[in-house]
T-cell receptor, first 111, second 113 residues
Framework: GENVEQHPSTLSVQEGDSAVIKCTYS??????FPWYKQELGKRPQLIID?????GEKKDQRIAVTLNKTAKHFSLHITETQPEDSAVYFC??????????FGQGTRLTINP | GAGVSQSPSNKVTEKGKDVELRCDPI?????LYWYRQSLGQGLEFLIY????????KSGLPSDRFSAERTGGSVSTLTIQRTQQEDSAVYLC???????????FGSGTRLTVV
């Protein structure tokens, strides 16, 4: 089955700086890669996703890049704000059926 | 409803008791998933329903866990003879097709004492 590894497990950045979270996966046939944000005590929410036919996607301050050859993808958050503090999960669609999630990255934005 | 609804939001049960957790997906969503999230951990896949197809039960951790989905809508996750290691947040998600982003419910926090 699919194996998803996410790094780092914790990340602390100064407000206004950028944050980058990386995930690697094992199944070269995978073609859908979403990112979820989970605030403390709340449900995970989809913030951005990318399909394998594109290499980058942006939505305001967040972007995702995909390298299919190397089987890794990354979340980039620019101009970080306190409300960006949360746990972020990457995921990979396995067998076109179910998402396999990374272990999560706890992002802390320091004022 | 507008979102995925789960009940109860919190459940405290004694070790050895059975529990039932309910998920009401977004209307029209054919795919429904159950995941488990232990404290500070990632999301562990449990079971997946897609339309009228046989469910993918490959993530269920033991035969004490079972789930059903009636009429292609509401799903119930049942845990029999609960153990302390079953304590976690159980999340349900639905999506219109299997290859779209999920919408998660708020989860059921299960505590086995």
């Amino acid at each position: 089955g699919e194996n998803v590894e996410q790094h780092p497990s914790t990340l602390s950045v100064q407000e206004g700086d950028s944050a980058v979270i990386k995930c690697t996966y094992s199944d070269s046939a995978s073609n859908y890669f979403p990112w979820y944000k989970q605030e403390l005590g709340k449900r995970p929410q989809l913030i951005i996703d990318i399909r394998s036919n594109v290499g980058e996607k942006k939505d305001q301050r967040i972007a995702v890049t995909l390298n299919k050859t190397a089987k890794h993808f990354s979340l980039h958050i620019t101009e970080t704000q306190p409300e960006d503090s949360a746990v972020y999960f990457c995921a990979v669609l396995q067998g076109a059926q179910k998402l396999v999630f990374g272990q999560g990255t706890r992002l802390t934005i320091n004022p | 409803g507008a979102g995925v609804s789960q009940s109860p939001s919190n459940k405290v049960t004694e070790k050895g008791k059975d529990v039932e957790l309910r998920c009401d997906p977004i209307s029209g969503h054919t795919a429904l998933y159950w995941y488990r999230q232990s404290l500070g951990q990632g999301l562990e896949f449990l079971i997946y329903f897609q339309g009228n197809s046989a469910p993918d039960k490959s993530g269920l951790p033991s035969d004490r866990f079972s789930a059903e989905r009636t009429g292609g809508s509401v799903s119930t996750l049942t845990i029999q003879r609960t153990q302390q290691e079953d304590s976690a947040v159980y999340l349900c998600a639905s999506c219109p097709q299997a290859n779209y982003g999920y919408t998660f419910g708020s989860g059921t926090r299960l505590t086995v004492v």
